[in-house]
């Protein structure tokens, strides 16, 4: 493997001295995907330390649980906005580059944050950190499917799942360390988002090319070829935005401790790094779609749960199996999209997954933080159960059309 540091033309990533790494090869180029993982899961870090971070912050201001919801909602609204654009950008100033320029901009973003700690200032400011998380995922996951051989896709994207989790994990936990006061959660997010990018800066040479061939779909367009996959990845999106920044807002009604909260969440995000790979395993025997359904199912029945055993020692358990399982939803459609889809419509796909977690998060945060206003807080297992409930009802009776 060449060890040129050197960017690669800008219409393409870097290539392998025989041409672009390719599953066909037989082989799994274990060394490629360690860094496009090691990349993705740094980035996690930051995001995982930032959701909570911020909520705990605004709920020490006295700002309202929806207000909260609807802060948390600019970074995924960011995602919606970005996504149509990330195929063509990709193309053009390369792979590579545009993640190490987005892990920049994001870490430049975060300091921001950092210095104006105010609800309104921060709307913007959220919304520009979701710009720029955007485009490295959605690479990232391409380059991904790029490169595994089709016989391992449910090993390796539960793999892939797992280790990212394991980052968003990390990212609440170094709260409990270095606490929800002043500069050092925000120093840690910007030196995460600052790593990611020397982690790419490292690895370019063995980066495949983004796929060039076949027909090359809108974003826009892809809503219209897979509406059930894409509904899943709302679920998840949903899911996993509202626990993230309204469960300090529930366990707050508890009278919890932020660390305990901080705790909570990190084990329900522990959950989704153990069982993703695991949910892969699952997948290869059963079908990602049967899969999908009986995650769908766990989840909803934690949500039923959730509200029963919060003050119970049982909340443990109970939190790391529905962590698991929600995600679970979202590496379930990942190994669809790429069953189903490859070339050109793979990064659009990647790209509609990308606009549709930020649907699923934009809608998802401040509708649950309206639901807790009116409803109390018990509105957020409700609005939790109420998704997954959907979903399991759409697979039950649409399921081949996934």
Avoid at 98 to 115: D, E, K, M, P, Q
Avoid at 190 to 196: K, N
Avoid at 280 to 309: D, H, I, K, N, Q
């Amino acid at each position: 493997m060449t060890r040129d540091r050197q960017f690669p033309p800008a219409e393409g990533m870097s290539r392998h001295p025989q041409g672009p790494i390719s599953p066909r090869e037989g082989q799994i180029p274990w060394a490629a995907m360690a860094g496009i993982i090691a990349t993705v899961t740094v980035f996690a870090v930051a995001q995982g330390l930032t959701y909570p971070l911020l909520s705990f912050i605004l709920e020490r201001q006295g700002t309202t649980s929806g207000l909260i919801g609807l802060s948390a909602a600019m970074t995924p609204l960011g995602f919606i906005v970005s996504a149509p654009f990330i195929p063509a950008l990709a193309r053009r100033v390369g792979g590579a580059r545009l993640a190490i320029l987005c892990s920049l901009l994001a870490a430049l973003a975060l300091s921001a944050i950092a210095w104006r700690q105010n609800v309104w200032a921060w709307m913007p400011l959220r919304f520009l950190l979701g710009v720029f998380a955007n485009p490295l995922y959605v690479i990232s996951e391409t380059w991904l499917m790029s490169i595994m051989p089709a016989s391992s896709r449910g090993r390796i994207m539960g793999l892939y799942s797992s280790v990212v989790s394991g980052g968003f994990a990390i990212g609440p936990l170094t709260l409990g360390l270095v606490g929800t006061q002043g500069w050092p959660p925000f120093a840690v997010g910007m030196l995460a988002f600052l790593v990611c990018g020397l982690i790419v800066l490292a690895v370019v040479p063995r980066l495949p090319d983004m796929p060039h061939d076949g027909e090359a779909p809108s974003v826009g367009g892809f809503f219209a070829q897979a509406p059930l996959l894409l509904f899943a990845v709302f679920v998840a999106a949903a899911f996993e935005q509202i626990v993230l920044s309204l469960f300090a807002v529930y366990g707050a009604a508890f009278r919890s401790a932020d660390e305990s909260v901080a705790s909570l969440i990190t084990c329900f995000i522990a959950g989704n790094a153990v069982l993703q790979a695991l949910l892969g395993r699952v997948a290869e025997r059963f079908g990602s779609t049967r899969t999908m359904l009986l995650c769908a199912l766990v989840s909803l029945l934690g949500c039923l749960l959730l509200p029963w055993f919060f003050t119970s020692w049982i909340i443990w358990p109970l939190v790391f199996v529905w962590g698991g399982t929600s995600f679970g939803i979202y590496t379930m459609a990942l190994i669809r999209l790429g069953e189903r889809f490859s070339g050109q419509a793979l990064i659009a796909g990647n790209a509609a997954f990308a606009a549709a977690w930020g649907i699923g998060g934009l809608v998802g945060s401040p509708t649950t933080g309206l639901a807790m206003q009116l409803i109390g807080h018990q509105g957020l297992p409700s609005s939790l159960g109420v998704l997954c409930a959907l979903l399991a009802v759409f697979l039950i009776t649409q399921g081949r059309r996934v």
